[in-house]
């Protein structure tokens, strides 16, 4: 993998690989064009820079001789002198389906097997997030759902974000690699599919190219201004006691208020929280007519000397930081990575 044997979609995985990183990399591999371009980029850049790559595939076992694809891609990956490990893990269906639970899955075999400040590199490129904004959009879930997939979100790193999903495939052909194609990719069952195979074209078509670029360029923009808008709200409830005033809460923009209540909930232990949940909370302060009380999951809010208190069955109160991460950013990752 010289540099002048580097074609220029090789050379535009590199150059995103080189750009997002800045030590030791462990690649989410899976077979696929994706992942497989984003394992050979990091392998040019680790050896340009001395930093060591090595990549895990996930074997999730839903589907018959998902255990010799797994080797079969590990062993295209090894040709190129990346070490290679293939995990097996168990995949137990929750109510949100097969797709989050083997995310779930994939992504705790990833953390359990990284080491040494490894960053965890995942396969998505700009067609996923055109997708996840679109999904976003469709859920009516608001600004942190249209901000997308982060391109960093603790160990885990997103270099693609960026590139194309067809030049991940002329990457390939670039470096004269083959890739899985996983048949779950091509499955109308899933909403993601249907979105890419369906949505996306017909957008295209009617409103002429770049609709995935545009929406790609939105996610950037929502992720700037609900970053923002967090970290406002963060630095608001730091000043605050357990309990919230409510004459201050009514103070604030709805937009801040809102967060302030998703983040004081979670504070409080609260985490399944919905929009309608927060709405709900909210009512207590600017719709206030005597309620007795508005249940979320696991807890009770209610409204009292005019102030909101959390009944929780545990006491313990977490202590207030600016969030990490979002269920937005959990729920985008839903096809295979790579």
Same mark, same amino acid.
């Given at each position: 993998?010289?540099?002048?044997?580097?074609?220029?979609?090789?050379?535009?995985?590199?150059?995103?690989?080189? #750009? #997002?990183? %800045?030590?030791?990399?462990?690649?989410?591999?899976?077979? !696929?064009?994706?992942?497989?371009?984003?394992?050979?980029?990091? !392998?040019?850049?680790?050896?340009?820079?001395?930093? $060591?790559?090595?990549?895990?595939?996930?074997?999730?076992?839903?589907?018959?001789?998902?255990?010799?694809?797994? *080797?079969?891609?590990?062993?295209?990956?090894?040709?190129?002198?990346?070490?290679?490990?293939?995990?097996?893990?168990?995949?137990?269906?929750?109510?949100? +389906?097969?797709?989050?639970?083997?995310?779930?899955?994939?992504?705790?075999?990833?953390?359990?097997?990284?080491?040494?400040?490894? =960053?965890?590199?995942? +396969?998505?490129?700009?067609?996923?997030?055109?997708?996840?904004?679109?999904?976003?959009? &469709? *859920?009516?879930?608001?600004?942190?759902?249209?901000?997308?997939? /982060?391109?960093?979100?603790?160990?885990?790193?997103? $270099?693609?974000?960026?590139?194309?999903?067809?030049?991940?495939?002329? &990457?390939?052909?670039?470096?004269? @690699?083959?890739?899985?194609?996983? $048949?779950?990719?091509?499955? %109308?069952?899933?909403?993601?599919?249907?979105? /890419?195979? *369906?949505?996306?074209?017909?957008?295209?078509?009617?409103?002429?190219?770049?609709?995935?670029?545009?929406?790609?360029?939105?996610?950037?923009? =929502?992720?700037?201004?609900?970053?923002?808008?967090?970290?406002? #709200?963060?630095?608001?409830?730091?000043?605050?006691? &357990? %309990?919230?005033?409510? &004459?201050?809460?009514?103070?604030?923009?709805?937009?801040?208020?809102?967060?302030?209540?998703? %983040?004081?909930? *979670?504070?409080?232990?609260?985490?399944?929280?919905?929009?309608?949940?927060?709405?709900?909370?909210?009512?207590?302060?600017?719709?206030?007519?005597?309620?007795?009380?508005?249940?979320?999951?696991? =807890?009770?809010?209610?409204?009292?000397? !005019?102030?909101?208190?959390?009944?929780?069955?545990?006491?313990?109160?977490? $202590?207030?930081?600016?969030?990490?991460?979002?269920?937005?950013?959990?729920?985008?990752?839903?096809?295979? @990575? +790579?």
């Amino acid at each position: 993998m010289a540099r002048k044997a580097l074609g220029p979609a090789a050379l535009s995985v590199v150059q995103a690989v080189g #750009a #997002a990183v %800045d030590g030791p990399m462990l690649v989410a591999f899976s077979g !696929g064009a994706d992942s497989t371009a984003l394992a050979l980029g990091a !392998g040019v850049v680790g050896g340009r820079r001395g930093w $060591p790559v090595r990549a895990v595939v996930v074997d999730h076992g839903l589907q018959a001789g998902s255990s010799a694809v797994a *080797r079969e891609a590990a062993a295209r990956l090894e040709a190129f002198s990346i070490p290679v490990e293939v995990v097996g893990v168990r995949v137990d269906e929750t109510g949100e +389906g097969v797709e989050a639970a083997a995310r779930h899955a994939r992504y705790a075999a990833l953390l359990a097997s990284a080491s040494g400040g490894e =960053a965890i590199l995942l +396969g998505h490129t700009l067609d996923d997030q055109a997708e996840t904004v679109l999904l976003g959009l &469709a *859920r009516g879930s608001g600004l942190r759902s249209l901000a997308g997939m /982060r391109p960093r979100r603790g160990s885990f790193v997103r $270099p693609l974000l960026g590139v194309r999903a067809d030049t991940t495939r002329q &990457a390939c052909r670039e470096w004269g @690699v083959a890739w899985w194609d996983d $048949p779950h990719n091509d499955e %109308d069952r899933f909403t993601r599919v249907r979105v /890419r195979r *369906r949505v996306l074209p017909v957008l295209e078509a009617e409103l002429g190219p770049g609709v995935a670029d545009a929406l790609a360029r939105t996610a950037e923009l =929502a992720a700037a201004d609900a970053d923002y808008l967090d970290g406002l #709200a963060a630095d608001a409830l730091t000043a605050q006691d &357990a %309990d919230l005033g409510c &004459a201050w809460l009514a103070g604030l923009a709805p937009a801040l208020r809102t967060r302030v209540l998703r %983040d004081w909930l *979670r504070a409080h232990g609260v985490d399944e929280l919905s929009a309608t949940h927060v709405g709900a909370v909210e009512a207590l302060v600017v719709n206030w007519h005597g309620q007795r009380g508005v249940q979320v999951p696991g =807890a009770t809010v209610t409204r009292r000397d !005019g102030r909101l208190t959390v009944a929780t069955a545990s006491t313990t109160r977490r $202590p207030v930081t600016r969030p990490a991460s979002t269920a937005t950013d959990s729920a985008a990752s839903r096809r295979p @990575v +790579g």
